[in-house]
């Protein structure tokens, strides 16, 4: 189970987003805007 609590904040938000559609394509749209902060660096 250690493995799992470290995991990255945005798959822990998929994992709760799963319990809840409705903020999935939220968690999404935080996954896209996170991956091209990371591209710009």
């Known amino acids: 189970m250690e493995g799992k609590k470290r995991v990255v904040p945005g798959e822990v ?3 709760r987003s799963e ?3 409705h903020s999935r394509k939220a968690v999404l ?3 896209k805007s ?3 902060i ?3 660096r």
């Open 29 to 31: 749209n935080m996954q």
């Open 13 to 15: 938000c998929i994992e």
């Open 34 to 36: 996170a991956e091209a």
């Open 38 to 40: 990371v591209a710009e």
């Open 19 to 21: 319990k809840g559609n």
